[in-house]
């Protein structure tokens, strides 16, 4: 099934600012958050489609790409495993990069001559904890590597390739057609220059062969959902000793218990007991460095109403800042009362107030409500 148009989840049009990206992703994610929504399927598939939009447009590089390809701009690889970005010199992530940026992801040479090897992606999940903190990852990569017997030449030992006789070494040649010049790869040498004539029998003349390999990768404190970690020379082996191509890793953050991230912000929602919302308190709520903060609540508290949290949010990528945490209150109705706590809160119902009331939004409420039914009346 095709994927819905981003804007379109968003609700924006697509030359839509920044803060207008902004305030449809918290509209919409208000109102399909799993906690709003337990058990609902659909509004939890909703919500990760929304958050994947936003981590898109938010980012001008992303949005840059998406704009001009859709989502072709970010196929490849995916769960865990890593897949080429234009394995075999074709298609693919790198291709449309290395169309919009040039260099930008490293692509291999277009013309004749060695090819560098192919970009690789890994998508690694790690929690929100681990994007704060920072950690050490350890990833396994299977591509092709540098064959260790004929260390990466194809050639058998004593021997070595010898110029291409059809292109003289170049790795290209020209053909005539009309009026035009056509310049391609060389079909007999592939575009190295060379050629094998007695190949290695370990990796059949290729100069690489397939194995697993072991990284540990340093993710920085800060990181955000879908940043991205290059890792220079840690893609594919070229063809015959060719350049390495790049790892780059895609990091996506798994769905907090408790919190929401907003960039450097932390977003919790927290239940307040009715009593406490009415008379003010404080309680105690966990921050995501481990730690525990005391919020006051101020007498008549209502739900939605937030407290912020100064520097308790996330770690800023590269800076000894911090983001702030918003606490949002959700004023929660008392359940299953005893037959005297009802009689206490039918004789407070009953009791007044001096003329003042309890619920003034209720009563402002309702006064327009008979405002509007005389208004018909009459």
Request: aromatic content about 8%; glycine content about 14%.
């Amino acid at each position: 099934m095709a994927k819905a148009d981003y804007y379109e989840l968003l609700g924006v049009a697509k030359g839509a600012s920044a803060d207008d990206l902004k305030k449809a992703y918290r509209k919409l994610a208000m109102q399909y958050h799993p906690d709003k929504n337990p058990g609902d399927k659909k509004a939890e598939a909703k919500f990760k489609e929304i958050n994947e939009a936003y981590d898109v447009l938010k980012d001008d590089q992303k949005r840059a790409a998406y704009d001009r390809f859709g989502h072709a701009a970010f196929e490849g690889g995916g769960g865990g495993q890593p897949g080429g970005f234009g394995a075999g010199g074709a298609g693919g992530f790198a291709d449309i990069f290395d169309e919009m940026f040039g260099e930008f992801m490293g692509g291999g040479r277009r013309g004749g001559g060695p090819q560098r090897g192919a970009d690789l992606r890994y998508n690694l999940e790690i929690s929100l904890e681990d994007a704060f903190h920072g950690k050490q990852a350890t990833v396994r990569v299977a591509s092709m590597h540098a064959c260790e017997t004929c260390h990466g030449s194809g050639a058998e030992a004593g021997s070595k390739p010898v110029t291409c006789p059809t292109c003289r070494g170049q790795g290209k040649v020209r053909a005539q057609q009309g009026f035009f010049t056509i310049e391609r790869a060389c079909h007999q040498c592939g575009g190295a220059g060379q050629i094998i004539e007695k190949p290695c029998k370990t990796c059949q003349g290729q100069g690489r062969v397939r194995k697993e390999r072991t990284l540990s990768v340093n993710i920085p404190a800060g990181v955000e959902d879908g940043t991205r970690i290059r890792l220079a020379g840690e893609g594919e082996a070229g063809l015959r000793g060719s350049p390495t191509g790049d790892l780059y890793l895609f990091l996506s953050i798994k769905q907090h218990r408790l919190f929401h991230r907003e960039g450097a912000d932390i977003y919790c929602r927290v239940p307040i007991p009715m009593t406490t919302a009415a008379l003010g308190g404080s309680i105690e709520v966990p921050t995501v460095d481990g730690a525990r903060a005391k919020v006051t609540i101020p007498a008549g508290a209502q739900t939605a109403q937030q407290f912020r949290l100064k520097g308790k949010g996330m770690s800023v990528l590269r800076s000894q800042a911090r983001g702030d945490m918003f606490i949002e209150a959700m004023v929660e109705t008392p359940v299953n009362l005893t037959k005297r706590q009802q009689e206490l809160l039918r004789e407070f119902e009953g009791s007044g107030g001096g003329g003042k009331s309890h619920s003034p939004e209720s009563a402002s409420f309702f006064a327009k409500v008979k405002e509007l039914w005389d208004d018909l009346r009459n």
